[in-house]
């Protein structure tokens, strides 16, 4: 875990901070916020690195002065959110999976303090603003294309815990599949870990032997299953297809962005008017904060028709004409 220093942030017009968190030194101007991201994985497992992202994007962009800390465990949490509001920071983001009660005592030890928390349960603080993974809209139209390339009509799905909001992702993507192929059917694993590449990539096998032609990556080392295996992949949160080397693979990805929710985040900071809010919608296709990625080189995969049938519901799903189901439910395997 990175070291937190006192006093690391200076209330001056333009001061030059230096970020031990990456090693980076960065101009900021006193418009900026003071905000801290706190991560229980590696910041290269893809859900934090999200985040991460965002936040950088903000920084750089002069909105926020930025540190982290990453593979905090959940034991530790509660100690290092403390420790980072004892040292002035505006706004922490991070997430209370499994700790949120530790969480909201935080939070309302520090009501100076504005918190952006991945968290299931309720804003049930005017400090403590909860947010989730609802990318569940570009997994239905990802799921079509999948119901429409597949040709023994099994598909794989291969995640990390049945939570809901994994589980919401895989229902979604099945329910795609079904509106335009009635014949598909669906092998579901859960690997009991959110960043173990290897054991993801034993499951796919598993999958292929069974006969699934198409996978769907929730966890990384699914791709390089499919592409040893020579079949088709779909990837979870960020562009798989480019960052994880799925040329070839990766058909697309249900991409989750976080840049318009922490900016509004960052925004209610400054105006001093944060409160306690869901921002599930932040994370919908609605708001940008979800979308389908680019086919890439994969382009020729998908056909007209397909891609024509795709745009049409994305149409109708940012009017507002067509919702995606939220099914938080546990998916099972069909075959």
Not at 47 to 76: C, I, M, P
Not at 144 to 168: D, H, W
């Amino acid at each position: 875990m990175k070291k937190i220093i006192k006093n690391v942030f200076k209330k001056t017009a333009v001061v030059c901070v230096a970020l031990l968190s990456f090693g980076a030194v960065s101009v900021v101007s006193a418009e900026t916020i003071k905000v801290a991201g706190i991560y229980t994985q590696p910041i290269q497992q893809k859900w934090d690195a999200r985040l991460h992202t965002a936040l950088l994007k903000a920084q750089k962009a002069g909105e926020v002065e930025y540190v982290f800390s990453e593979k905090v465990s959940n034991a530790d949490y509660a100690r290092v959110m403390r420790q980072y509001a004892e040292n002035g920071v505006d706004l922490i983001i991070g997430e209370a999976f499994g700790i949120g009660r530790e969480a909201r005592k935080v939070a309302k030890a520090y009501p100076e303090v504005a918190f952006l928390m991945g968290d299931p349960f309720k804003a049930d603080l005017e400090n403590y603003s909860v947010f989730d993974n609802y990318i569940h809209e570009p997994c239905y139209l990802m799921g079509m294309i999948a119901g429409s390339l597949t040709k023994t009509n099994k598909i794989g799905m291969v995640g990390g815990y049945p939570i809901g909001e994994v589980n919401r992702l895989f229902n979604a993507f099945m329910a795609g599949a079904k509106s335009v192929n009635s014949a598909v059917e669906f092998k579901v694993n859960f690997i009991g870990s959110w960043y173990d590449p290897p054991k993801a990539k034993e499951a796919s096998f598993a999958q292929i032997e069974s006969g699934v032609d198409i996978l769907f990556a929730e966890r990384a080392g699914v791709v390089d299953a499919a592409r040893e295996k020579g079949i088709l992949a779909f990837g979870n949160v960020n562009d798989m297809n480019i960052e994880e080397k799925g040329q070839g693979v990766v058909v697309t990805s249900a991409l989750w962005n976080m840049d318009n929710a922490i900016a509004h985040a960052v925004k209610r900071v400054k105006e001093k008017s944060f409160k306690g809010e869901d921002y599930r919608e932040w994370t919908m296709m609605a708001k940008g904060g979800a979308m389908l990625a680019p086919y890439h080189d994969m382009e020729s995969v998908v056909s007209a028709e397909m891609k024509s049938q795709v745009n049409a519901k994305s149409a109708a799903i940012l009017a507002g004409d067509y919702t995606v189901e939220i099914n938080d439910e546990k998916p099972k395997s069909s075959f």
